[in-house]
């Protein structure tokens, strides 16, 4: 089993900068990938951002230029840097870690509200 803990999320101002931490613990395989996704009310989840492994990135089209992923593999741990943040970045931020070959494991969601 996995699991995942997510730390950083809170309110911030309209350009703004806000940090979230997840760190993966358990099962974890050498090959992975691991990133971002959020869920804003009353709208689907969507990918964020992901980072493989190999260091290899991933951006939704709407955080590029503004979002930065990045992770410790030797502590299992991804971290997402958001900067400029807009009100339409209010959204629960999931975590994930997606072992090769297997379904992705998730966090319990923290919240980012973008408001001024």
Known sequence: QVQLVESGGGLVQ?????????????????INVMGWYRQAPGKGRELVASIDSGGRTNYADS?????TISRDNAKNSVFLQMNSLKPEDTAVYYCFVRNSGFSPYWGQGTQVTVSS
């Open 14 to 30: 309209p350009g703004g900068s806000l940090r979230v931490s997840c760190v993966a613990s358990g099962r974890i395989f050498s």
């Open 63 to 67: 955080v590029k230029g503004r979002f």
